[in-house]
Nanobody
Framework: QLQLVESGGDLVQAGGSLRLSCAASRNIFSIDAMNWYRQTPGKQRELVAGITRDGDTNYADSVKGRFTISRDNAKNTVYLQMTSLKPEDTAVYYC?????????????WGQGTQVTVSS
């Protein structure tokens, strides 16, 4: 069973920066993709950024140019560097891992970390 633990959420002023971390309980080299999602009350969870095992990245339009996702295989950790934060970035941020095995797709989730951006 893969476990994910997020950290780094905090209260920050608009224009500030934060770095979120997602630590995995095992080697992430074999994980097919790792993603960051966010969710606010009453809204669906939305994909913020993703990185594949090959290092390909993708971002939501709302965060392009401001957020950067990266992975450190040696530390079994994925990061989300967030800059130029806006109040609308306020949300609970969740780490997600996708493992594809024997043609089946497995999703794993962390418990979330709160990011609050004040105006």
């Amino acid at each position: 069973q893969l476990q994910l633990v997020e950290s780094g959420g905090d209260l920050v002023q608009a224009g500030g920066s934060l770095r979120l971390s997602c630590a995995a309980s095992r080697n992430i080299f074999s994980i097919d993709a790792m993603n960051w999602y966010r969710q606010t009350p009453g809204k669906q969870r939305e994909l913020v950024a993703g990185i594949t095992r090959d290092g390909d990245t993708n971002y939501a339009d709302s965060v392009k140019g401001r957020f950067t996702i990266s992975r450190d295989n040696a530390k079994n950790t994925v990061y989300l560097q967030m800059t130029s934060l806006k109040p609308e970035d306020t949300a609970v941020y969740y780490c997600n891992a996708i493992v594809i095995a024997l043609s089946r797709k497995y999703n794993y989730w962390g418990q979330g970390t709160q990011v609050t951006v004040s105006s």
